[in-house]
């Protein structure tokens, strides 16, 4: 089996004492593909702070991939070839694009570094409204120029933290398939940054992967989430889009240390997570779900 999870903010994490790579936020088991985030809210700063934040965490992501030999995945072929050696590897990915624009230079350096997965807004920006924001004004001018620009370099845009109706302008901008890297479904959890029904519709239908996400307060709306709640979740996707729709997302360090009980940083959340899934799912259906379903998106969008 070939794990992908495709989200994690463990590059905030990075110091020199401690690496991006850990105990609990990659697979003990299993060679692992990891989505690493760079994570830039707008939270007030300009556009060009911005930027600069976005290739410092460029900087430290390049120096912790080669220092610790994960394969970099850019194309299709480096993912056939991690699986083939059975290597860890890791894909380059924005949380949060403001700043960047469809002319940005910063947006050319990037991809050719690695990044392959746009989030264009993580609080509302220059780009778009986000999920967390209570007035919905969906994409702007630029976020469209920058929706264009990016799906015709090859990036891969990822609607998580966009609002209903930015997501729903995404999709009718772009004719290419998209993903939710960490997104879980507000018919079981009604929290704004799940994805309602009508949109987790359209993603899958295009051939989308939807990613689960371990963040408490997503998961239900009892505020005492337990891992078995994401069964749920794992549940209404395969009853309601099928199970090529889902993937991992699990948001590992971007929770404050808080997940669903049953699921603990001593060991790999990972591992956790498929022993839960080998309670309840055939083999098949775990395989898909660990890492085949985005894999296969992958390979077909890369």
Not at 73 to 99: K, R, T, V
Not at 218 to 227: E, L, Q, S, Y
Request: glycine share 8%; charged share 25%; hydrophobic share 40%.
């Amino acid at each position: 089996m070939y794990i992908v999870d495709m989200h994690c903010d463990s590059l905030l994490e990075v110091t020199a004492e401690r690496g991006l790579k850990t105990a609990y936020n990659f697979s003990n088991e299993h060679p692992h593909l990891q989505f690493v985030a760079e994570y830039v809210p707008c939270q007030g700063e300009s556009a060009p702070a911005r930027r600069r934040k976005l290739m410092h965490f460029l900087d430290m992501y390049i120096a912790e991939r080669s220092r610790l030999g994960l394969v970099p995945i850019m194309n299709c072929h480096d993912l056939s070839f991690a699986m083939e050696c059975e290597e860890n590897a890791s894909l380059l990915s924005i949380e949060g694009g403001g700043g960047l624009f469809a002319d940005s230079e910063e947006l050319n350096t990037l991809y050719r570094a690695g990044l392959r997965v746009l989030g264009i807004a993580w609080d509302t920006n220059e780009l778009a409204s986000s999920a967390f924001d209570s007035v919905d004004n969906g994409l702007t001018n630029a976020g469209r120029e920058l929706i264009v620009k990016a799906s015709e370099m090859g990036i891969i845009l990822d609607v998580s933290h966009l609002s209903d109706r930015s997501t729903a302008e995404l999709l009718e901008l772009t004719p290419y398939p998209v993903i939710a890297t960490h997104s879980n479904f507000r018919e079981i959890c009604s929290h704004p940054r799940n994805l309602p029904r009508e949109l987790a519709k359209k993603i899958t239908a295009r051939g989308g992967v939807i990613g689960l996400n371990l963040c408490p307060p997503f998961v239900t709306d009892d505020g005492a989430p337990r891992a078995e709640d994401m069964l749920r979740h794992i549940d209404f996707a395969l009853e309601n889009y099928g199970p090529e729709s889902l993937g991992f997302g699990f948001d590992i360090d971007g929770t404050d240390g808080l997940y669903p009980s049953g699921i603990t940083e001593k060991r790999s959340i990972h591992d956790q997570m498929l022993e839960l899934m080998d309670k309840h799912y055939d083999s098949k259906t775990i395989e898909m779900i660990a890492g085949g379903n985005v894999i296969n998106f992958l390979k077909n969008n890369l």
